[in-house]
Structure formats: structure tokens, C-alpha cells
């Protein structure tokens, strides 16, 4: 049916629009692989991945500035075609980049070429369309957006094992080259250049408006949305790999699907339901949407709940951004709506910004480090809830005086979606979740963390659980220990327990002879000396366990074979200790004799948890 309406529009829309389709399927073909290939196929950690988004995402919000005012002057034509040779370069760069520094040289050069193209496709719709079609010309720019993000997600998940995701940047380079023989060809100015523009004055006859005090609080709220939102490409995907949330096969790629094929989904159904509404509201009701979407993400790590919380999200997400917009252009005095409507990618640059360090940070910390990343999804919800808290304040102090004086004020104050969101109640309950959520967090406790970082890729080895149980034996003295070492086969151990039983030696010397008990307890020490002790026990029985965890610096600290096999964590110690041989009494004519008992022997079984890899598993079983 988009496809179809196409025909309607001039013959330069139907080729922005395909350029547009064709480089957003790039763009964010790369961008959905991204955390993962650095993290597990590059080997880096969390911090690089959010420092890398962090280093690009300015690019893609600032560079149109400056980038529109040159191709108004030169050309649109000649910046589409600088555009496309940049980040031809810069994709080409990425495929082969292995040091940090290569891969911020190539993300430079991506980001800045991606940064002058968008201006340009937008200004080329303006031209070439009626103010009359403009909303349905611009519906339908949107929609090839989230269809080509679609589309080439989930051709890569289908095409592109993780482990291969370098010629994921490859395959984005040729689409641009595709691009660029579409702009040669065919492509034609809308409007002519105009060499005798000023750079300068273009640039700063829209900063007038930042003066605007309720507007520019109104900019520096709305970041906390797009913070958020960033984790969306810093963290989601490496947070679903690392905790095994999703079968081997659901990928990162197909993961970065899910956002705008539900939005393309659902969006005609969304629209017609939020148009009613105050729009203000509605960003704030969909922040909360948000929210929820990420809470289920965090805490409940099932397959099911996963997917409904990235449908949840996504709907909160398109909810918010386009009332956004809507609220922009009716708060701005009429004279000045262009100028206005001119700075509302400043809280996406800024959110984007600090969201993706902090994230990659925030991750690196709870999500690899401590194995809590309910902690770091409670984080990012109390974001949330701060943001919604300044919106309503926001309304209450400042938003309504924005609108006192415009002829537009009834628009700004249509149907509202919920009273409370007009209360200071409201915003103090926000306020209070902060801490609520974040207390959720902690609560949670550690997950199963199944990264090996020597293997390359999670996704690329398949790892399998198994259960091993040996058995030893020996004798401890009274007020001795006994050390026996196991070493795991190649895999990353789980939990770890041991159990030892014995029996008390028989008493001699008939019924009035008794045997104390003796006492024992087992202790198990890691590779890496911390241990636990189990407690002791008389009963004839006696165990300890070890759940395990290991974090990146854990595995760090052990090396790897040279093939690059999910390696063994070193020599694990069960201790034995004999706190007490119980000695023997035995009544007589003499009195009570007393038999000392020096030691007992015993029988130690150890069980544990390991998974290894798939294919290890197969071959030995061949053999």
C-alpha cells in the first residue's frame, strides 16, 4: 500500500525515499550488530561498545546542522554525494578494524557522512512536495525508515552467522555504493544551490530561540527519554547474549528487528489513539509505557516476558517522540515555528550521548562485571521515573504559561489522558519509585552469566550444561585436614558440591561401650582462593556448595588453550577437616576406660555443574 502511494509524488521522492530505505538498512543493519561484535568478536568490554555509540551519536544529531546550510549552498546533490563516499569509507574501515583507535577513525568517518545525508533527503521531500501532502509525504518517509531497519535485520539474521558480523559492515558499504550509483543516475537538485548563502548567518539565526527559558528547560528535560532509549542499541543486545535469555538462534540482528517491525505494526493503530490526546501527556504516559517495557527486560528473564517488554518499549518509544514534535510546533509562536522545530534534535544528541557511555559503563560494572544487570535495568527505569517527575513539574510550573499567549493554546490544552498527571502527587510518586526500583534491583541478586571471552563469541559457541560426579577417599586425623584437587574439563563450572560420609569406628567391649561422635566439615577453595566453607556435623554426613559466577576479570586472570576452546578455571581444593575424633568409653571392673580416637576414614563425592561446548561434547562422544 506504501509502495503503491509512491506514484502519487513527484519522481525525486520516489528516489529519496529508496535511498533513504536502502541507507537506514545499512545504518542500522550496523549499528544492531554493533555491541556484540565488539564485545564478543573483538574481544573488548562493555565500556568501549558505550564509548563507541557514545563517539557516534553526536555525529548523527549535530552534523545536520552544519550540513544543511552546505547543501543549501552548494548543492544537495553534490553533499548526497560526499555523504555516500564518506560512509562507503567508513564502512569498508569498519570490516577490517581491530584496534580500538581504528574503529573510532571509522565510526568518525561513518558517523559524519551518515550526519550530512539525513538533512539533505528531508529538505528534498519539502521541496518537492504540497504543504497539502507534506504529513502523508512525510508519514511515508517514516515508514520506509522503520521498513528498511526491518527488512535488513532481518536479512542479516538470516544470512549471518554472529561470528561473521564483520561483513555485516562490508554488506552495508555495497548498499551505499548502490546508493550512490541511485544518486548519479538519476537524482536531480530540487532547487538550485545557492553559492552566495552565508554560512554563518544560516547557522545563527535560528539561536534566538534558546532565549526562550521555558523552551530550552523543556530541551534539557527531554533527554532523559533518549537516555533510555540508548540502551536500546548499548546494552540490549550484549544483556540478552550474556544471560542466555533467547535461543542460540535469536541473534542480535533479529533482536534490532523487533523495535520497528512493531512499530510499523502497530503505529497506524497507535496514532489514531494518541491523537486525541493532550500531547504533553502523552509523552508523559508513554515514558511510563517505557518503563514497564524495560522493567520486564530486566527482571524477568524468560523468553516470552523478553519479547514483551521490547514490544512494550516500542510502543512507549513511539508514543513519546512524535507528541514530542507535535508539542514543539504548537508551543512555538507562529513566526517562529521553523526556528523551533530547528532544535528538537538536541535532546536526542544529548540523551544518546551521555546514554550510551553510561550505559556501556553502568553494564561493564553490574552486567560483567557483578552479574546483577536487574541493578542496571533498575538504573535506567529510575531514569525514567525522574524524567516523567520533571515533565509534570514542568507542566505545572512552566508548561502552561508557554501556551497563555497562543492562538494555538486550545490545541496544546485538548482532551487530557488522566487528570492525575496534572497533580504534584503525581510527580512525587514518580519520585518515590526511584528508590523503589532501585532497591528491586538489588534485591534480584546475581544471574547466570554465561560469557567466555577467549571464546570469540557466545553466539558463535554453542555451550552445553553437564553434571560430573567423582568420588574419592581417605583418612583424616583428629585436628588435621585432608586437600583433595579436581580440575573441571574445558568449561565454565556452575556450582560446585561436596559431600563426604563416614562411620564411627565400633565400639569394643560390649553393651556398656560407647563411641562419641566424630565431627567433620568439608571446605571448597576456587582458582582463585575464595572459598566456602560448609558447616560441621556430627551426623555421619557433612557438604558444602559452591554457586559460581565468574566475571570478567575472573576469566581474565586464566588463560585460554591456543584453539580458543572454552577454557578450564584452574585446580579446585576440597578440604577435608577432621574437628573431632569422638573417643571410645567402655565400662569395667576398674570403672570407665577410656579408647582415644586419633582419625576416621572417609568417602568424598564431588558434583558439579559445567558447561562446555557443543561441539567438545560431540566429539568425545564420537570417540
Request: aromatic share 14%; proline share 5%.
Amino acid at each position: 500500500m506504501v509502495f503503491w502511494e509512491l506514484r502519487k509524488f513527484p519522481r525525486n521522492f520516489t528516489i529519496v525515499n529508496t535511498m533513504e530505505l536502502l541507507e537506514r538498512g545499512a545504518y542500522y543493519g550496523v549499528w544492531a550488530i554493533l555491541s556484540v561484535h565488539v564485545v564478543y568478536n573483538l574481544g573488548y568490554d562493555a565500556k568501549v561498545a558505550g564509548l563507541l555509540n557514545s563517539f557516534m551519536f553526536p555525529l548523527l544529531y549535530f552534523v545536520p546542522i552544519v550540513a544543511a546550510v552546505f547543501g543549501q549552498k552548494y548543492g544537495f546533490k553534490k553533499m548526497l554525494t560526499f555523504s555516500f563516499a564518506l560512509m562507503i569509507c567508513g564502512y569498508f574501515l569498519f570490516s577490517i578494524s581491530m584496534t580500538i583507535p581504528l574503529l573510532f577513525v571509522s565510526a568518525l568517518i561513518m558517523g559524519i557522512g551518515a550526519g550530512c545525508f539525513k538533512p539533505q533527503i528531508s529538505a528534498t521531500i519539502s521541496h518537492v512536495t504540497s504543504p497539502e501532502d507534506r504529513n502523508k509525504a512525510f508519514s511515508i518517509f517514516y515508514w520506509m525508515i522503520n521498513f528498511g531497519s526491518t527488512v535488513s535485520n532481518i536479512l542479516i539474521w538470516f544470512f549471518v552467522e554472529p561470528e561473521y558480523y564483520r561483513f555485516v559492515f562490508v554488506i552495508s558499504g555495497t548498499i551505499i555504493c548502490v546508493n550512490l550509483l541511485i544518486l548519479l543516475t538519476m537524482f536531480k537538485d530540487p532547487v538550485k544551490p545557492q553559492p552566495e548563502l552565508s554560512i554563518f548567518n544560516e547557522l545563527t539565526k535560528n539561536t534566538p530561540v534558546l532565549h526562550d527559558r521555558n523552551f530550552l528547560i523543556l530541551l534539557l528535560i527531554y533527554p532523559g527519554f533518549w537516555i533510555m532509549y540508548a540502551q536500546h542499541y548499548t546494552a540490549l543486545a550484549l544483556y540478552m547474549v550474556d544471560y542466555r535469555i533467547m535461543p542460540m538462534w535469536f541473534t542480535a540482528s533479529l533482536l534490532a528487528a523487533m523495535n520497528p517491525g512493531t512499530i510499523i505494526i502497530s503505529g497506524p493503530f497507535l496514532t489514531k489513539f494518541v491523537e486525541k490526546y493532550n500531547s504533553l501527556h502523552m509523552m508523559i504516559f508513554g515514558m511510563m509505557v517505557a518503563i514497564v517495557g524495560f522493567f520486564l527486560i530486566g527482571f524477568f528473564r524468560t523468553p516470552a516476558i523478553f519479547i514483551m517488554g521490547i514490544v512494550v518499549f516500542s510502543v512507549g518509544e513511539y508514543i513519546v517522540h512524535p507528541n514530542f514534535i507535535a508539542y514543539t510546533s504548537r508551543i512555538a509562536p507562529k513566526d517562529k515555528v521553523t526556528q523551533y522545530m530547528g532544535w528538537i534534535f538536541l535532546p536526542s544528541g544529548i540523551g544518546l550521548t551521555i546514554g550510551g557511555s553510561m550505559g556501556g559503563f553502568l553494564y561493564a560494572k553490574y552486567g560483567e562485571e557483578l552479574n546483577e544487570p536487574s541493578v542496571f535495568w533498575s538504573i535506567i527505569c529510575a531514569v525514567g521515573f525522574v524524567t516523567i517527575a520533571a515533565f509534570i513539574i514542568y507542566n505545572l510550573k512552566l508548561g502552561k504559561k508557554l501556551t497563555q499567549h497562543m492562538e494555538d493554546a486550545s490545541v496544546v490544552s485538548s482532551r487530557p489522558f488522566s487528570m492525575h498527571l496534572e497533580k504534584p502527587s503525581t510527580a512525587m510518586f514518580s519520585l518515590v519509585m526511584v528508590p523503589i526500583v532501585l532497591m528491586a534491583g538489588f534485591s534480584v541478586g546475581a544471574a547466570a552469566y554465561y560469557r567466555d571471552e577467549t571464546t570469540g563469541s557466545a553466539e558463535g559457541v554453542s555451550l552445553v550444561q553437564i553434571t560430573v560426579t567423582e568420588t574419592f577417599s581417605g583418612t583424616t586425623q583428629e585436628g588435621s585436614t585432608t586437600d583433595t584437587t579436581i580440575m573441571f574439563p574445558e568449561g565454565k563450572p556452575l556450582k560446585i558440591t561436596a559431600t563426604i560420609s563416614w562411620s564411627d569406628d565400633e565400639a569394643a567391649g560390649g553393651p556398656l561401650a560407647q563411641n562419641e561422635p566424630d565431627t567433620f566439615h568439608v571446605t571448597i577453595t576456587c582458582p582463585m582462593d575464595d572459598a566456602v566453607e560448609g558447616a560441621q556435623s556430627d551426623s555421619g554426613s557433612a557438604s558444602a556448595t559452591y554457586n559460581t559466577n565468574f566475571t570478567a576479570e575472573d576469566e581474565k586472570a586464566n588463560a585460554g588453550d591456543e584453539d580458543g576452546n572454552v577454557k578450564p578455571h584452574g585446580p579446585w581444593t576440597i578440604t577435608v577437616s577432621c574437628d573431632e575424633a569422638g573417643d571410645i568409653h567402655t565400662g569395667g571392673p576398674l570403672g570407665v576406660i577410656t579408647w582415644p580416637d586419633s582419625g576416621n576414614a572417609w568417602t568424598l563425592e564431588v558434583t558439579y555443574d559445567v558447561m562446555v561446548p557443543e561441539d567438545r561434547l560431540e566429539e568425545e562422544s564420537s570417540e
